[in-house]
């Protein structure tokens, strides 16, 4: 047991001519971003109405709101993350898993593996977070957890998190591709020279998928702070829809203007 | 997603089914589903009460089921949505009651789709037509045996190190299920029983083989995502007519959780066979249907694959463990080569024995491919043995906060391990797969030190193992400390923007940063609202708002379409400005609307001249 199951590259001639970039080796990171990203612009935007990605993304931006009543479980259990009381990092981790794993299963008929990644990339976001704003002195206690995702509920910490999620969100897109096809292209003189550069290839992805998304702290922030407390609204699925259509188009263009494609635009 | 709708057991489609439609049958003159289970005690007969034939019989057709139908491409066409499959099935039973309440459907549904990705969904009628008696799948015999546990014996290293286990280190008296679809694996696992009889085990254990398969038909999906929900319920029903609540899986944890080693292995593709969220799954389903509380054991969750081969050579069972066998690949085994060295269960196992330093116990001419300095070049053999190295590098490096941001896979089974917190489960996983990483790595080091030579003089093949890890020439610069940190600073403290547009009259059009500009209705509707807009900033004042029946007869348009105009103009304006300037447009930021006053350009607005609009 323990059978795993590997993809293939599409067929199609923008997917050769990647496998074709890709085997002439030296290939700068930011092109190869954005030909997969355009080279999967279609299959994105039918996924981004995968309802499991959307509640993904819903419910990361309800968590911190959540945080700030005094029974945080309790809160948490409206939204449908059910976790004991009081829960600690890794409890309120597990706990929204599983509210996205539900909400994967509920919608069966509709989901990708765009919704897939996303719990993933949500899952990252919190921990990362969380981690970062509790107490280093000290082991953080539950109390300091709760507190600590309730200050996420800012809008200049909402921007972060809206960005850390894009960016954890772009880049497996991008590995999603590259990992079937990067290990046909180890070895002197390619692409990667051996097995830990495609580690170094990974950093450099992540680390330009960082500064793409750098955009979206502005406007998330922008968007958020309009929303959620000048205007005051709740924000709902379809509003978390809007948000990440604009989000991705932005992200999309931000990766063209990077690459040397984007010299002459 | 495909639809499928499988009818078993004699039932037929009602007219006008939609999707595709499957017949499974374990008899009849439709038998298609072949079920046979050897070697039951008769004394044993009485202890097999109806719902466990049902439960064969059902767990027999979900397997068969998946096997005949088939998943999307391997090319995960719009991102995986065709690997998903609708499976729905019609079943008579003979204890519908206990199938068809709430908390075994559930259950089932539940643990199936965790399972496979697939999404499930069942029907259970009362059987009208006589079901198959139990003496149709199983060969009764005279013998009698007490057991002291049941375990799930496939004939690879795991299975087999528990059962050395279990008689030799605990004593006990064990009954062992295998079961098998294919005749060279079934010829493993009675090699291997044959071997442990000829170590004086004989009066200690009973095997049980099953075998289930689509007849007659050859598979059109391999990935049997289901299979451990069949063997599962084998071993439960096995379990049962020895009076027991309780059955064993040995699995090491690593294989368990099995994180995915590359980024487009998501969900189920990464099999969770005897994950631990499904096991508790498993353990649900068999309570309900049973009326009490069923355990499995999973005695090796916390194991890497190396340390449960060392536990045979502890019991001194070394020399059988090359008789052990994982490949997938059955079909490309010879006389010379009993594993295919390509699949990730031989992969895993061949790292395992090396590491364990089982080299004289297992073959190495026996692998198709050898480990580390077989040529892997040939297109896609290369990818699973790449990641698998390349996962164990970047863990060996993983520090413990990273650990869950890294893999965030892992979250699902935080809360499925009976009597642990999520929290303990987390460290225990992180220091689980810290001692595989470094298993692996001590393979690869062992590797260099034996194959040194022909590594400088470049006689590998530069597709094996070794020389992947050997080319290393890249130096990549440190990133600058803090620079993360300094730009999100700098990107947080930007003002919002405000928007400046400019209205270009030779050409008709309202312009705006970028190559973004409105034309025709638009610029007209613009165009008439910008002179009070213009004045009242040149004498700040508040500026009036246009009536809307002035606007309209300016416009040369009824009011309706006035509004209509609008709404399209504000929807063109406000997507393109969130797009390309990260501005975010409520209704009126635009164009504002007052009730019973009109329409204005909104104050927030600059009016540029054109050549200023790129500055």
């Known amino acids: 047991m323990g059978h795993i199951r590997l993809g293939k590259l599409p067929a199609s001639k923008k997917w050769r001519e990647i496998v074709g970039y890709m085997a002439a080796g030296d290939v700068l990171v930011a092109d190869i971003a954005n030909a997969i990203a355009d080279a999967s612009d279609k299959s994105l935007q039918k996924a981004i109405k995968d309802p499991a990605f959307l509640d993904a993304l819903w419910l990361l931006h309800k968590i911190p709101w959540a945080a700030k009543e005094q029974n945080f479980a309790a809160a948490l259990a409206k939204i449908g993350i059910y976790v004991p009381d009081n829960p600690s990092r890794s409890e309120l981790i597990a706990g929204y898993d599983a509210a996205v794993q539900r909400s994967q299963q509920m919608n069966a008929p509709h989901v990708t593996d765009l919704s897939e990644m996303a719990k993933h990339a949500g899952i990252t976001t919190l921990n990362n977070l969380i981690q970062d704003k509790s107490p280093k002195l000290w082991e953080a206690t539950r109390q300091d957890v709760q507190q600590s995702v309730a200050t996420i509920s800012s809008t200049e910490n909402f921007g972060e998190m809206a960005q850390s999620f894009f960016s954890g969100l772009v880049q497996h897109n991008i590995q999603y591709y590259l990992d079937r096809e990067i290990s046909k292209h180890v070895g002197p003189g390619r692409m990667v020279p051996s097995l830990g550069d495609i580690s170094v290839m990974e950093g450099a992805i992540k680390r330009h998928c960082d500064e793409t998304t750098m955009i979206m702290r502005a406007f998330s922030k922008d968007w958020y702070g309009k929303n959620a407390f000048h205007l005051g609204k709740d924000i709902d699925r379809k509003a978390t829809q809007g948000f990440a259509h604009v989000a991705f188009t932005k992200i999309r263009k931000e990766l063209k203007i990077r690459s040397s494609e984007g010299e002459n635009v | ?615």
């Not at chain 2, 642990?420 to 030190?449: C, P, W």
């Not at chain 2, 309706?560 to 969130?578: D, F, G, M, N």
């Open chain 2, 1 to 615: 997603m495909k639809t499928f709708k499988f009818f078993c057991g004699g039932k037929t489609a009602p007219n006008g089914t939609q999707g595709k439609v499957v017949f499974l049958d374990v008899q009849g003159t439709n038998h298609n589903v072949k079920l046979k289970i050897e070697d039951i005690s008769k004394g044993l007969m009485s202890n097999i009460p109806d719902v466990i034939l049902d439960l064969i019989e059902v767990a027999s057709y979900v397997y068969c089921a998946d096997q005949k139908t088939k998943r999307g491409s391997e090319m995960l066409t719009d991102m995986g949505s065709d690997w998903r499959r609708d499976m729905h099935f019609s079943i008579p039973v003979r204890c519908p009651d206990l199938w068809n309440k709430e908390a075994t459907i559930s259950s089932l549904r539940d643990t199936l789709g965790f399972l496979s990705d697939d999404t499930y969904t069942f029907e259970f009628v009362p059987a009208t037509s006589p079901l198959a008696t139990k003496q149709l799948y199983i060969d009764f015999t005279d013998h009698n045996i007490a057991a002291d546990d049941v375990a799930l014996f496939s004939g690879g290293i795991d299975s087999f190190s528990g059962a050395i286990d279990a008689l030799v280190g605990e004593k006990k008296k064990m009954i062992l299920v295998g079961h098998h679809s294919a005749p060279k694996i079934n010829s493993v696992q009675k090699g291997l029983i044959q071997s442990l009889r000829g170590r004086g085990l004989a009066n200690q254990f009973h095997f049980v083989s099953i075998e289930v398969t689509n007849k007659g038909e050859e598979p059109v999906e391999y990935t049997q995502r289901t299979r451990s929900f069949l063997f599962a319920c084998l071993g439960m029903a096995i379990a049962h007519m020895f009076g027991k609540d309780s059955f064993t899986f040995y699995e090491n944890g690593v294989v368990s959780l099995n994180i995915p080693i590359t980024k487009d292995v998501l969900g189920a593709r990464a099999t969770r066979t005897t994950h631990p969220k499904v096991i508790r799954g498993f353990e649900s389903i068999f309570s309900e249907i049973l009326g009490k509380s069923v355990t499995i054991k999973t005695p090796y969750e916390w194991m890497t694959k190396k340390e449960v081969v060392l536990r045979a050579q502890e019991h001194g069972f070394s020399d059988l463990v090359g008789e052990t066998n994982s490949c997938t690949r059955p079909r490309s085994w010879t006389q010379q080569h009993r594993h295919c060295g390509i699949c990730s269960q031989c992969i895993d196992r061949r790292f395992a024995m090396l590491a364990a330093d089982f080299s004289a116990n297992d073959d190495g001419r026996k692998y198709k491919v050898d480990l580390l300095t077989g040529d892997r070049s040939a297109d896609r053999e290369v990818t699973m043995a790449a990641a698998y190295v390349r996962f164990a590098q970047d863990f060996k490096t993983l520090s413990r906060n990273q650990f869950l941001s890294k893999h965030p896979q892992i979250t699902s089974a935080l809360s499925s391990f009976t009597g642990m917190t999520a929290d303990e489960a987390e460290e225990k996983i992180y220091q689980l797969y810290m001692r595989h990483a470094e298993d692996v790595m001590s393979v690869i080091n062992k590797g260099f030190d034996d194959y040194r030579t022909r590594l400088i003089e470049g006689t590998l093949p530069s597709g094996c193992i070794l020389s992947m890890c050997f080319n290393r020439h890249v130096i990549e610069p440190a990133e600058t400390p803090n620079i993360h940190a300094e730009f999100s600073a700098f990107m947080d403290g930007l003002q919002p923007k405000r928007c400046k547009f400019s209205v270009d009259r030779k050409q008709n059009r309202i312009v705006f940063k970028g190559d973004f500009f409105i034309d025709g209705a638009d610029y007209n509707l613009v165009n008439a609202l910008v002179d009070s807009f213009r004045s009242a900033k040149q004498n700040g004042t508040d500026h009036t708002f246009v009536r809307t029946s002035n606007l309209a007869v300016t416009l040369g348009v009824e009011e309706a379409s006035l509004r209509k105009q609008l709404e399209r103009t504000r929807k063109k304006v406000h997507e393109r400005l969130a797009v390309d300037q990260g501005m975010v447009f409520d209704t009126n930021d635009f164009i504002e609307n007052k009730e019973r006053e009109g329409y204005r350009l909104n104050s927030s607005l600059i009016e540029v001249a054109l050549v200023d609009l790129e500055e």
